[in-house]
């Protein structure tokens, strides 16, 4: 079974860029597809974006498109979320999970990291 921790959250301007990571415990990581989610107050968790495990193949949602780039490292066990010209609407706890579809989905993400706060500022 693999475990998944977030880190990097934080404080940022907006404008400004941060670097979340999720690293994985457990030999299979490379057998998933990984993703990231957001959750702020009040809303529900929605999807930011994800990448398959045999192709890398990316899926972003709308709101995120060409600012945030998903990455994953397979020898790192490590997957990564950099996030370029940060606004305040994207201020939420984000959440690292694994799955094995590409899919925006929640219910398709059967492991979850416990998140990581994520606030920027205007």
């Known amino acids: 079974q693999v475990q998944l921790v977030e880190s990097g959250g934080g404080l940022a301007q907006a404008g400004g860029s941060l670097k979340l990571s999720c690293e994985a415990s457990?030999?299979?990581?490379?057998?998933?597809?990984m993703a990231w989610f957001r959750q702020a107050p009040g809303k529900e968790r929605g999807f930011v974006a994800a990448?398959?495990?045999?192709?890398?193949?990316?899926y972003y949602s709308d709101s995120v498109k060409g600012r945030f780039t998903i990455s994953r490292d397979n020898a790192k066990n490590t997957v990564y979320l950099q996030m370029n010209i940060l606004k305040p609407d994207d201020t939420a706890v984000y959440y690292c999970?694994?799955?094995?579809?590409?899919?925006?989905?929640?219910?398709?993400?059967?492991?979850w990291g416990q998140g990581t706060q994520v606030t920027v500022s205007s």
């Open positions: 999970a694994a799955g094995q579809g590409l899919s925006r989905f929640r219910w398709e993400y059967d492991i």
């Open positions: 457990g030999s299979t990581f490379s057998s998933y597809t």
């Open positions: 990448v398959s495990w045999r192709t890398s193949n990316t």
